[in-house]
Structure formats: structure tokens, C-alpha cells
């Protein structure tokens, strides 16, 4: 009679212990499922971001910024068409050396949101990517989406 009591507490304690193992199992199961967070969707933001970061930079002190070549041009001739004409023809070419299939380059402070260049269709747009900078009194918005 004792050896039918021991094991059946033997026979309790491994049935126990595979449950807490499955317990285990599937709390593990559940932390390693990966979630959707927003570092999975921002890897285009920096796209644009890195973008803006070369337009506004420059390589050493003597030199320019293309931002800062197109607000001079735009300034000095006091936003006239021409000059919008002029500095979009500058945007077009800079942003078409980058292989981008959809952006959108715009001023919107002093020019009111003026489209300066765009490539593609914006109301098609699924995820867009924006980047912002300011130069002088001009705030330029490129937008990129695929």
C-alpha cells in the first residue's frame, strides 16, 4: 500500500512539473512574438530626413548649402516668378540625382506652400515621409513617399 502512495505523489510531481513547463513555454512564447512598433515604420523618416540633412549642409565654411543658394536667389529677386522658376529647375535636378520615384519639395512659410518640385502622384501616396528645415525666413518641406 505504500508503494502505491509513492507512486502516485511521484506521478503528481511530474505531471506538475510539465505543467509549469508549459506555463513557462507559452509566457515565453508570448514576450518573444515580435510587436508592431514605430521603429519598424520609421525607416523612411529618415530617408527624408537624411534628405533635408544634405541639402542644408555643407562641406566646409567657404561653401554654400543648396538651401541657402536657392532662399539667396529667392530673396534677392523677391520671390518674382522667375526666381520661383529658377530655384524649382534647381530643386528638380538636385532631387533627381537622388533616384527618389515620388517626392514633393516644397516652401512654406514666405512662398504659402508653393510646390518648388515634385515627382508623382501625393494622393496615391501610402507612407509619406516628411522632413522640414529653415533657412533664414524660408521653411522648406520635403515629402517622400513610395
Not at 535636378?93 to 519639395?105: T, V
Request: proline letters at 1%.
Amino acid at each position: 500500500m505504500l508503494d502505491n502512495k509513492g507512486s502516485l505523489y511521484v506521478m503528481d510531481a511530474v505531471l506538475a512539473i510539465v505543467l509549469l513547463l508549459v506555463v513557462f513555454l507559452i509566457i515565453n512564447s508570448a514576450i518573444s512574438i515580435p510587436t508592431h512598433e514605430y521603429s519598424y515604420e520609421s525607416k523612411n523618416i529618415r530617408t527624408a530626413q537624411d534628405v533635408m540633412e544634405l541639402l542644408s549642409g555643407r562641406i566646409d565654411f567657404q561653401d554654400e548649402s543648396f538651401l541657402s543658394k536657392i532662399s539667396t536667389i529667392l530673396s534677392d529677386d523677391e520671390n518674382s516668378k522667375e526666381s520661383i522658376r529658377e530655384v524649382s529647375q534647381l530643386c528638380e535636378d538636385k532631387l533627381d540625382s537622388y533616384d527618389f520615384e515620388n517626392y514633393r519639395f516644397s516652401e512654406n512659410n514666405i512662398l504659402k506652400g508653393k510646390v518648388l518640385a515634385s515627382k508623382g502622384y501625393y494622393s496615391d501616396a501610402n507612407t509619406v515621409s516628411v522632413a522640414t528645415r529653415t533657412y533664414g525666413d524660408y521653411s522648406y518641406t520635403l515629402s517622400i513617399w513610395q
